[in-house]
């Protein structure tokens, strides 16, 4: 029995590095009673270091480490993962979500480049600097939408909340009220290709397709934390953040040192699963009884 691991950026974050140079965790990657699978939004936020000359050394110091400790396959991009499953190709489950062995070889190749020589090839370099401005302009338009959402319906939200389970009971019923015209308006825009009857089997069995599902559920969630929870201060990263946790779907453990809207959102898609969002220093804890 193996347990599943991905990371958050913000594992890394501040000391964090040095406490997960740990021999327990090194024995049990060995042993892949520890299985760590990386994601495609954790190693593009890791690769954008590139560009801050000051984070150059970090990085050329955190890589290494990185790939040394993914002991199992790194995930498709989400509209890769997303047309896999909605598409219902006839697919194994390692093809359906991980990349293929020649893939993860190229990538390894030019992240090697890149800690050698400190350069990456053009093409591959133009791939993390686009993703990172894309992401950023995204961030910036749904942090807008979201202080929107705070200003317009937070009153009216809140009057019908007196108990803190009246506000999960609410916020679920915003959530199931209207994912499926998001996740149809979404298919349509975002996943063209896919045939009409991919939203209709979807929405007819949204198990079927979790890692969607649970991606929808996610981006819906965003919207109502930003009116639900006015305490809470909004993050412009929880697009990201969503599209993390979703690769959760099939893991056990996300390491994350996050406070804010992640663990809000872990706690709504996962909160009873018997998953764990554990804290960089509480992880190499729980290593104790593995």
Same mark, same amino acid.
């Given at each position: 029995?193996?347990?599943?691991?991905?990371?958050?950026?913000?594992?890394?974050?501040?000391?964090?590095?040095?406490?997960?140079?740990?021999?327990?965790?090194?024995?049990?990657?060995?042993?892949?009673?520890?299985?760590?699978?990386?994601?495609?939004?954790?190693?593009?936020?890791?690769?954008?270091?590139?560009?801050?000359?000051?984070?150059?050394?970090?990085?050329?110091?955190?890589?290494?480490?990185?790939?040394?400790?993914?002991?199992?396959?790194?995930?498709?991009?989400?509209?890769?993962?997303?047309?896999?499953?909605?598409?219902?190709?006839?697919?194994?489950?390692?093809?359906?979500?991980?990349?293929?062995?020649?893939?993860?070889?190229?990538?390894?190749?030019?992240?090697?480049?890149?800690?050698?020589? !400190?350069?990456?090839?053009?093409?591959?370099?133009?791939?993390?600097?686009?993703?990172?401005?894309?992401?950023?302009?995204?961030?910036?338009?749904?942090?807008?939408?979201?202080?929107?959402?705070?200003? !317009?319906?937070?009153?009216?939200?809140?009057?019908?909340?007196?108990?803190?389970?009246?506000?999960?009971?609410?916020?679920?019923?915003?959530?199931?009220?209207?994912?499926?015209?998001?996740? !149809?308006?979404?298919?349509?825009?975002?996943?063209?290709?896919?045939?009409?009857?991919?939203?209709?089997?979807?929405?007819?069995?949204?198990?079927?397709?979790?890692?969607?599902?649970?991606?929808?559920?996610?981006?819906?969630?965003?919207?109502?934390?930003?009116?639900?929870?006015?305490?809470?201060?909004?993050?412009?990263?929880?697009?990201?953040?969503?599209?993390?946790?979703?690769?959760?779907?099939?893991?056990?453990?996300?390491?994350?040192?996050?406070?804010?809207?992640?663990?809000?959102?872990?706690?709504?898609?996962?909160?009873?699963?018997?998953?764990?969002?554990?804290?960089?220093?509480?992880?190499? !804890?729980?290593?104790?009884?593995?």
């Amino acid at each position: 029995m193996c347990t599943k691991v991905i990371f958050d950026r913000s594992a890394f974050a501040s000391n964090s590095i040095e406490e997960l140079h740990d021999d327990r965790l090194l024995s049990l990657l060995k042993d892949e009673r520890i299985i760590v699978h990386h994601s495609p939004i954790f190693l593009e936020e890791t690769l954008q270091m590139y560009y801050n000359n000051n984070l150059l050394p970090q990085l050329k110091k955190e890589l290494p480490f990185i790939l040394r400790i993914c002991n199992g396959k790194y995930f498709r991009h989400k509209f890769e993962v997303w047309k896999n499953e909605l598409g219902e190709k006839d697919l194994s489950y390692e093809d359906k979500y991980f990349l293929s062995d020649e893939d993860e070889d190229l990538f390894k190749e030019n992240v090697s480049s890149l800690i050698m020589t !400190e350069k990456l090839g053009g093409k591959e370099l133009n791939q993390i600097r686009r993703k990172s401005m894309e992401s950023e302009k995204s961030a910036i338009e749904h942090r807008e939408l979201y202080k929107w959402l705070r200003d !317009e319906y937070t009153s009216e939200f809140t009057d019908n909340i007196h108990t803190p389970d009246e506000r999960e009971k609410l916020i679920d019923w915003y959530v199931k009220e209207h994912i499926d015209s998001f996740a !149809e308006k979404f298919i349509k825009k975002r996943l063209p290709n896919l045939p009409d009857i991919a939203y209709v089997n979807w929405k007819k069995d949204k198990d079927k397709y979790p890692y969607f599902t649970n991606y929808a559920k996610g981006i819906m969630y965003s919207a109502v934390y930003a009116f639900g929870e006015p305490n809470q201060r909004l993050d412009k990263n929880a697009l990201a953040d969503v599209g993390i946790l979703m690769y959760l779907t099939d893991a056990d453990i996300i390491v994350s040192n996050d406070t804010r809207f992640m663990s809000f959102a872990f706690d709504y898609l996962y909160g009873n699963s018997g998953k764990n969002y554990l804290s960089t220093k509480d992880f190499i !804890e729980s290593l104790k009884f593995i």
